[in-house]
């Protein structure tokens, strides 16, 4: 594997688009130790999403439980670890100390999976020379509410990246950060919370063994496929969610208040969840690419899926979003045209009141009119108004006033 890096990297110079490029180390023998950061998009400003539950991951499960075959109780970490050994193709060990990590990876057929769940800076710090793990990469592993991105050092990649879920009671879009270490023979993830179930992750690579000897990305790209049917799941929810509103506008029983402020969670899970998926184009494309020797010919079929599955929930994203801001117009003018419905009501029989107070309020001035104290005065008088204001209901009714 790499060697353990030298001096920490010069800070990061502003580059063109709100990327960054990483400037060279210092290192003794005048190479660089890290290369162009690749893939660091800007997505807009917007609240940070909210992050999982503590205590079960998105499918309700034991974050501490999950893959207990390969959980490791030999290790070096505060933290909760998990490895796996693959040899020629195929699965050899799992959950073995991680001190023998070095000596299975002097075999060049080796093929090493470490897990580590919530870890600190110390608990990377013991890993980073052993794996050659640049200090920028490991700050980044441990802070929370980083950007979806890829970076490419010179003994490794280091991927960023998002788990989510949507939550049908209240809207709000829950998520799981996911940090990775991409190196030539061994993919290091790092859970930053419980949400993700890593136990799936490890289905996905026992359904294909047969795949197992593309090595790495054999194993980075049961993660990535993981991650991104997250998002489409997520992204699916919420177009039944919308939908559920489309069919509550026009509910008998005006529920404008709930759709309003259902409409407002859903737009604001919606720009978390474009945050989190637009950019997983660019680390998909990026990591296709042949100049990083990444993805082997073999599974590139399988990346350019996920690739596919990545712009599918794009761009329904960004039609949910235009769907969304449709029902919040609709039901604005819904409620305006409930309101000029009901307006139109009031003035109705305001104006049926009208006649009978005009007609009580002429008599009243105690002035001798015809019929003035006579019983046929009275009588014509009701008369006056009862006709008027039926003639004025008959005709409101055929126009739909009332």
């Known amino acids: ?232 799941a997520a992204v699916q929810a919420m177009d039944s969610s919308i939908e559920e509103l489309e069919d509550a506008l026009f509910d008998e029983k005006s529920r404008g208040q709930e759709v309003q402020r259902r409409s407002f969670e859903l737009r604001k899970s919606l720009v978390m969840l474009r945050r989190v998926v637009l950019p997983m184009r660019e680390v998909v494309n990026t990591l296709m690419r042949r100049d990083l020797h990444v993805v082997s010919d073999e599974m590139h079929p399988y990346y350019q899926d996920v690739y596919d599955h990545v712009l599918r929930a794009t761009e329904w994203t960004e039609s949910l979003r235009d769907l969304v801001t449709t029902i919040l117009e609709t039901n604005l003018t819904i409620q305006g045209n409930r309101m000029n419905v009901i307006t139109k009501k009031v003035t109705s029989w305001a104006a049926i009141i009208a006649v009978p107070t005009f007609v009580t309020g002429f008599y009243g001035m105690n002035v001798p009119y015809p019929g003035f104290a006579r019983t046929w005065g009275v009588l014509t008088a009701l008369g006056v108004m009862v006709v008027v204001a039926g003639a004025l209901y008959v005709a409101f009714r055929r126009r739909d006033w009332l």
């Open 1 to 232: 594997m790499g060697s353990p890096p030298g001096p920490a990297a010069e800070t990061p110079t502003p580059a063109p688009g709100g990327g960054a490029v990483l400037a060279d180390d210092a290192r003794g023998d005048g190479a660089a130790e890290v290369q162009a950061s690749l893939v660091r998009p800007s997505p807009g400003p917007g609240p940070a999403p909210a992050p999982a539950a503590a205590g079960a991951t998105f499918l309700g499960r034991d974050p501490r439980a999950v893959a207990a075959q390969a959980i490791s109780h030999v290790t070096p970490t505060t933290c909760q670890a998990r490895t796996r050994l693959y040899r020629g193709g195929k699965l050899e060990r799992e959950g073995f100390p991680v001190a023998e990590i070095s000596d299975w990876l002097a075999d060049e057929s080796a093929v090493v999976w470490l897990d580590l769940h919530n870890p600190d800076h110390d608990d990377l710090s013991v890993l980073s020379a052993e794996f050659g793990l640049h200090p920028l990469a490991v700050e980044d592993a441990v802070q929370y509410h980083e950007r979806t991105k890829l970076d490419r050092y010179h003994s490794h990649l280091f991927l960023l990246a998002y788990g989510v879920k949507l939550d049908g009671a209240t809207g709000e879009l829950v998520t799981s950060e996911l940090a990775a270490f991409v190196t030539p023979r061994a993919l290091i993830t790092v859970r930053k919370d419980d949400g993700l179930d890593i136990g799936m992750v490890l289905d996905y690579w026992d359904q294909s063994p047969d795949l197992a000897g593309a090595g790495v990305s054999y194993l980075l790209h049961g993660v990535l496929d993981y991650l991104v049917d997250g998002h489409f």
